[in-house]
């Protein structure tokens, strides 16, 4: 076995479940976060899914991993398909075990009156507002304070799905640099749903065809590697 | 050549060596010969030794057992519980009956399969016994299991043909209907009575009461009685057989008679029980 | 012991049949802790065991098990076929578990439950381990005729250790087995009649001598649960149903490992543990052969 | 050498050992497992085989040694549990497929072994109310089959992303009438030997808790048994004995079940710098 | 199901009592019975009954087979029954099966007497053609086409119908073949031996409603029933089965009762059925 393993040497390593990253009796006085794929116990912290160790400065940690299956939870942004009307909530499939539900009123000044109306079938881009385990998760249209923000309708465009770790990479920040290629190029909407889901708009259908292949292409790519992928992908447009 | 059958027939490749000349043909007796003994030296008239005992499963809300001379039977009661599907609103309770045979329930191994014939009358039997609008929405389970058949040869014919199933065996059915009536008081489901149950066979002009099954398969008729003893009502009948209307008279009330006897054995077994939980 | 929990302070004023079903695992904690069980057992006692011969009258075989109230009925059938080519001089055993709706709230009609064949498959692993049926002594023919034992276990009550009384049952069933005298007939197997037993007059029975199987080391059994640290003996099915670890030992009479059976469970089962659970068994073992002794004696003075 | 094993391995050799997860595209996690390589019949199988674990001559050399080799695939977790399960807890539904024919009473045994193992791995109070199904192919059979199913259910599941409290890995050892046991046996040697047992223990783990901190009852955790299934007859000291060498196994076993995880992620996903 | 209002039922229950049934009938009388013989012509017998908008059919067929080694003397009988779904929707797929089997096995009670035969509605020794070794097993089925109640008495005199249509080749058995072989025989395809149905049984179902029972039900008034009591009765007046449905009990002196009524009431439709039976042979004769 190699040398004893320390948090600082960890992170930015692949861990497996079982694997204990954090002695919290020798971090007393410390505040820190856990994000996803950790679990404590007593006084250490383990992992419960394969995937990288990751560290945000001063005191987040968590498993950055990728799945095709998504789990809800509180705050992501999805982009939920409306798979039916009731007449206190949308029906949302947002790739969860459960259907979610979004609210009618939970719209920007949403009221009984002003009702809207969305077909079976139509894409949403909505924020989990509740994910409690054992109940369906509750969506909303609106940001914390109340307001549309970018929430609500995507009208035409092209949505695909990929897993879960390729859009959290999209959303990442910096941009990544397939974005980033591809933005210096083209002009395109996107909406990305941690749920896996990116919905991409374009002025012409090439475009678009050509900025979805180019994400699903990007998954397992290095950033060099990445921007040598869009390079061609532009060539062959031009 | 009566022995080739069962190996000819059935899938596997065993058969059971029971010599087929030990077959004792019918024992033939005319109107008048009535010092006839039976196989297991009983009178005409005269039942089997009925032995009955509550709480025979532990796991389930009420139970019997109960002996016949070789007949033996468990009967569990499940619920009032969840009914099983979904099914209509009922503002009545459901009964839910199932008899099924051990495979060494009979000298010849069987699959030890459900009984459907037997399940849907022994149904019929409890159904109006039962005060089913005390537990609306519900089910009450009753799951019988013979473990040992009255000595039968039922199912040597059975594996020869087919068409031979049809011929119906009543002798371990009063059994498991009696059991079942002493389980479910047992498991304190509203009953209007408890249910006691006999069949008679009819062998020329012999009346021979409770027969094992080796006289069944010999009878000519057969008439087959379940009823409520305090309350004297019939709430299953069934009748095989040519029967005149006197001779049928005679029948019935010799099976209510040993029902009512029945009846007080049942009871005082459920007394029994009661009094020893009290102590 | 005792983490804050919201239920610690409800037990005192709660009734205690409330607490054990609201709280199952803490009320079998607390017991646990003053080593004791619901049932006033210590945690390394077996419950009370009994044995009864011959319960079924058209079976060759028969035997009566319970553990607690945990009760099985075996019972073989002997049954003629032709030997495969393989092994011409070899019967076969072929044994079947079966759980009838009436053993337990948990089995519909129709449906079979999930547990009958995965014990079936235990048992008829477990004795043809053991090496308890010498399988040459059921030919009657050598190449012609073998016995066919079927041996049906039935379930008539559900309550925790199922292989274990199951096992015993088997056991005790083969103990009280009596072949049939049978002699050859135009090729064919047939019984001997019973009258003609005595005179023995043209039909030879081809088995005279063997009318008992001579068993070899006798397997037993013995399940415990594994909580925590503790080693719970012989579990009922509430105690089966909270505390899922489950270790099953089964010992032979001259205490060779037959099986070591681990299904999984939330507690892992270290060095310690699996001596512990093997010495429990060694002990559990020398109790059911006294019993099965005792039986087999009640019924040879009957 | 005690024993001569027919294709030449030492006593406590295992086959060649793969593992490829997300191979199957519907799935939700899927991994296929081999202990032992068959050339001519996989050949076809590495063009989506993302991790290699073999040379060159590791082919040459295990030519005709039989292989075991499992897919296993998991979809959920899925809404709702079956009746008679606890909705309170995440429930784990196990599928075994054999290769041929019709599922019989030993595959049943498996699905049970199987399910409860998976159960007691996996986190069940994160997803309550779900059903996650384990649906395991055999495509081939030389050998500890339940033990390769168990390894590459365990990877599958990881590959899902089921939450898990720790991995596992599956052994089989085998003890023979003198006393000595072998490893991961072949279907043949199975039937020889006197008894096999089926070990199922935690994966080593890397952690940061000070030495000897994780020792249960004086021992390691991975030193554990989750699993342990036998057959055939033997001594206590025997079972010990394959204990104590499952255990040794256990360690390598796991090893390469984290690199196997590792070339499974992408190498670095967005950090370009 | 039937849906009836709390008015119906009690219009229904009330006319029970005052003997002015719905339809306009007494207690005791039949609704019109119309019978048809060889419907089926691949049968070797069948006929179709209607009683009101209850509409059966039933078939006979012989087929040559070995008698069962406990009474090598004798013929085989089967009788099954099957519920179309033209009937009642709800006997799509396996629907029908709880009331198939429970009809099939009411038939084999009331028309197969008992054990040894005795009671028995046909002469199964008659079916025999070498003891022991070649008989006839007669297949009867009955299919229920359109169900308005009574469905049982409709199958009993449909299969009584069926017989009297059916004949049964004459065979003619070969040189007798070594002990333990099956004789060759050689079926006839001109002569029939034709059946004695004067001995089958007829049914009649008493239907108890109230204090009251009445014959020949209708499914709204079957509804109503507390229980109901199917007595198979013959030419001599002799019980040859009997059966009883619904789960209300009944005091012995009832039934005692019903048995007379139903000797009375059999008569009638036995004479009713053997004309309408007579009529029909004649019709398909001319046809």
């Not at chain 1, 990007?218 to 990445?226: F, G, I, T």
């Not at chain 2, 089997?48 to 001379?69: K, Q």
């Not at chain 5, 028309?111 to 070794?133: F, N, P, T, Y």
Request: charged fraction near 20%.
């Amino acid at each position: 076995m190699e040398a004893k393993p320390s948090t600082a040497n960890l992170v930015d390593k692949i861990v497996v479940p079982g694997d204990v990253v954090l002695d919290l009796s020798s971090m007393t006085n410390q505040t820190i976060k856990l994000g996803g794929g950790l679990r404590q116990e007593c006084d250490s912290v383990s992992v419960i899914k394969a995937g990288k160790l990751r560290f945000s400065k001063p005191n987040k940690y968590w498993v950055e991993s990728s799945q095709k299956r998504y789990v809800p939870c509180v705050e992501d942004t999805v982009l939920g398909i409306v798979v039916d009307c009731k007449a206190d909530n949308f029906f949302v499939d947002i790739r969860g075990p459960t259907i979610a539900f979004l609210p009618v009123l939970a719209f920007e000044g949403g009221t009984r009156r002003n009702i809207p109306k969305f077909e079976i079938g139509s894409l949403l881009y909505v924020r989990v507002v509740k994910a409690n385990p054992g109940m369906n998760p509750e969506l909303s249209c609106t940001d914390a304070s109340g307001k549309a923000a970018e929430f609500g309708l995507l009208k035409d465009g092209y949505m695909f799905e990929t897993s879960t770790g390729l859009s959290r990479m999209l959303l990442s920040s910096p941009t990544c640099p397939v974005l980033e290629e591809l933005g210096k190029q083209l002009s395109f909407e996107i909406a990305v749903g941690l749920n896996g889901r990116v919905w991409v708009n374009a002025e012409s259908p090439s475009t678009v065809v050509l900025v979805s292949n180019a994400i699903m292409n990007s998954e397992s790519l290095s950033a060099v590697q990445q921007k040598i992928m869009v390079d061609k992908l532009l060539q062959r447009i031009k | 050549m009566a022995a080739k059958p069962s190996t000819t027939t059935t899938a596997k490749a065993t058969y059971s060596p029971i010599d087929p000349t030990r077959k004792t043909r019918p024992p033939i007796f005319s109107g008048s010969d009535v010092d006839w003994l039976r196989p297991d030296s009983r009178g005409f008239h005269q039942c089997r030794p009925a032995f009955f005992r509550t709480g025979a499963v532990n796991s389930a809300s009420g139970s019997a057992y109960a002996e016949f001379g070789n007949t033996k039977v468990i009967v569990s009661v499940f619920g009032p519980r969840e009914s099983k599907k979904a099914m209509m609103y009922s503002n009545i309770g459901r009964l839910n009956c199932n008899v099924s045979y051990t495979t060494f329930a009979t000298p010849i191994r069987g699959q030890g399969s459900d009984h459907k014939d037997f399940s849907s009358m022994l149904h019929k039997a409890l159904e109006g016994a039962i005060i089913l609008e005390t537990f609306p929405k519900t089910t009450v389970d009753v799951f019988a299991l013979v473990l040992e058949s009255g000595g039968s040869i039922r199912f040597l014919v059975k594996q020869v043909d087919e068409l031979d199933t049809l011929w119906f065996a009543v002798g371990d059915l009063p059994v498991v209907i009696s059991c079942a009536s002493v389980a479910l008081a047992d498991a304190g489901i509203m009953m209007y009575d408890l249910v006691a149950s006999v069949s008679v066979s009819c062998l020329g002009k012999n009346l021979l009461i409770d027969p094992v099954l080796e006289e069944e398969s010999y009878q000519d008729g057969s008439l087959m009685i379940a009823c409520m003893p305090s309350r004297y009502e019939v709430t299953q009948l069934t009748v095989t057989g040519e029967w005149s209307t006197p001779h049928f008279n005679e029948a019935m009330q010799l099976c209510l008679d040993a029902s009512a006897k029945l009846g007080k054995i049942m009871r005082s077994c459920l007394k029994e029980a009661a009094s020893d939980e009290q102590e | 012991m005792g983490l804050p929990n919201a239920s610690e302070d409800l037990s005192s004023e709660m009734e205690v049949d409330a607490f054990r079903r609201l709280f199952p695992l803490r009320y079998f904690e607390r017991h646990l802790a003053e080593s004791i069980r619901p049932d006033a057992r210590s945690l390394s006692r077996a419950r009370n065991t009994t044995i009864s011969m011959g319960a079924v009258a058209s079976a060759d075989g028969s035997a009566l098990a319970k553990i607690g109230s945990t009760t099985m009925l075996a019972a073989i059938k002997m049954e003629v076929m032709t030997p495969s080519l393989e092994s011409p001089d070899e019967g076969c055993v072929s044994i079947d578990f079966h759980m009838p709706p009436i053993c337990s709230p948990l089995v519909r009609p129709g449906r079979p439950a999930e547990a009958a064949p995965v014990v079936a498959k235990q048992l008829s692993d477990t004795i043809s381990s053991s090496g308890m049926i010498n399988l040459k002594e059921l030919s009657l023919v050598g190449g012609k005729a073998a016995w066919m034992v079927y041996l049906d276990i039935y379930c008539l009550d559900a309550d925790g250790a199922l292989f274990d009384a199951a096992l015993l049952s088997a056991v005790a069933a083969f103990s009280n087995l009596q072949i049939p005298t049978v002699s050859l007939d135009d090729g064919k197997i047939v019984m001997l009649p019973e009258e003609q037993k005595e005179e023995n007059s043209e039909k030879e029975p081809v088995n005279k001598e063997k009318r008992k199987l001579t068993l070899g080391g006798i397997p037993f059994s013995l399940t415990c649960i594994l909580h925590k640290n503790y080693i719970l003996a012989d579990p009922t099915s509430e105690e089966e149903s909270i505390m899922e670890t489950l270790v099953t030992v089964v010992l032979d009479s001259s205490n060779q490992l037959v099986s070591l059976y681990k299904p999984g469970g939330a507690v892992l089962a270290y060095t310690s543990a699996v001596q512990d659970c093997i010495a429990l068994t060694r002990q559990r073992v020398k109790e059911l052969h006294q019993i099965l002794e005792e039986a087999i004696s009640g019924m040879e003075i009957d | 050498m005690e024993v001569d094993r027919a294709d030449g391995r030492n006593p406590n050799q295992l086959r060649p050992l793969a593992c490829s997860c997300s191979i199957l595209h519907r799935a939700h996690g899927s991994a296929s497992w081999s202990q032992g390589f068959r050339f001519i019949q996989t050949s076809h199988f590495y063009h989506f085989n993302l991790f290699v674990f073999t040379s060159k001559c590791y082919f040459c050399y295990w030519v005709g040694s039989g292989d075991t080799k499992v897919l296993a695939a998991v979809y959920g977790p899925k809404a709702g549990t079956k009746k008679n399960e606890n909705p309170e807890k995440a429930s784990i539904e196990v599928i075994w497929k054999p290769r041929t024919g019709q599922i019989g009473k030993p595959e049943k045994e498996y699905e049970i072994i199987l399910k409860r193992t998976l159960q007691s791995i996996c986190i069940l109070t994160i997803n309550p109310n779900t059903t996650t199904s384990v649906i395991i192919q055999v495509v081939h059979d030389d050998g500890a089959l339940l033990p390769c199913a168990i390894n590459a259910a365990c990877a599958a599941l990881v590959d899902a992303g089921i939450p898990m409290k720790h991995l596992a890995v599956a052994i089989c050892c085998c003890s023979a009438e003198s006393g000595y046991c072998i490893l991961d046996p072949t279907k043949l040697e199975e039937q020889k030997m006197k008894g096999f047992a089926y070990l199922v223990f935690p994966n080593s783990i890397l952690s940061v808790l000070p030495e000897g901190s994780s020792l249960v009852q004086g021992e390691p955790m991975e030193h554990g048994i989750i699993t342990s299934v036998t057959h055939g007859a033997m001594s206590v000291d025997d079972y010990f004995h394959c204990l104590e060498r499952g255990r040794a196994a256990s360690a390598k076993l796991s090893d390469f079940l984290r690199r196997s995880l590792q070339s499974k992620l992408p190498g670095d996903l967005s950090k370009a710098e | 199901m039937v849906g009836l209002s709390e008015g119906e039922q009690e219009f229904i229950k009330g006319g029970i009592a005052q003997d002015l049934r719905s339809d306009g009938r007494k207690r005791y009388t039949y609704r019109p019975i119309y019978v048809e013989t060889g419907v089926i012509p691949q049968a070797n017998g069948s006929a179709r009954v209607r009683m009101g908008s209850t509409d059966v059919i039933a078939s006979v067929k012989a087929e040559l087979g070995r008698p069962s080694a406990m009474q090598p003397d004798k013929g085989k009988v089967a009788i099954f029954v099957d519920c179309s779904p033209t009937a009642e929707p709800t006997f799509e797929g396996r629907g029908g099966e709880e009331l198939s089997a429970e009809l099939s096995s009411a038939l084999q009670h009331c028309l197969l007497g008992g054990k040894s035969g005795a009671g028995a509605g046909i002469d199964l020794s008659s079916l025999v053609v070498v003891e022991g070794k070649v008989c006839w097993d007669l297949y009867i089925d009955g299919l229920v086409i359109s169900s308005d109640g009574n469905l049982l008495d409709a199958l009993g005199a449909a299969i009584k119908a069926a017989l009297s249509n059916t004949g049964i080749p004459s065979v003619h058995v070969a040189a007798e073949a070594a002990s333990d072989e099956q004789p060759e025989v050689d079926i006839s395809d001109e002569e029939f031996l034709q059946f004695d149905t004067s001995g089958v049984p007829v049914i009649t179902t008493l239907t108890k409603v109230g204090k009251h029972y009445i014959v020949d039900a209708t499914l709204e008034e079957e509804s109503q029933m507390s229980s109901a009591v199917s007595i198979s009765i013959n030419r001599q007046g002799h019980i040859c089965g009997m059966i009883k449905r619904g789960g209300v009990g009944l005091d012995p002196s009832v039934i005692l009762d019903m048995i007379s009524v139903a000797n009375f009431v059999s008569r009638q439709l036995m004479d009713k059925l053997d004309s309408e039976i007579a009529a029909a042979d004649a019709d398909e004769d001319e046809s």
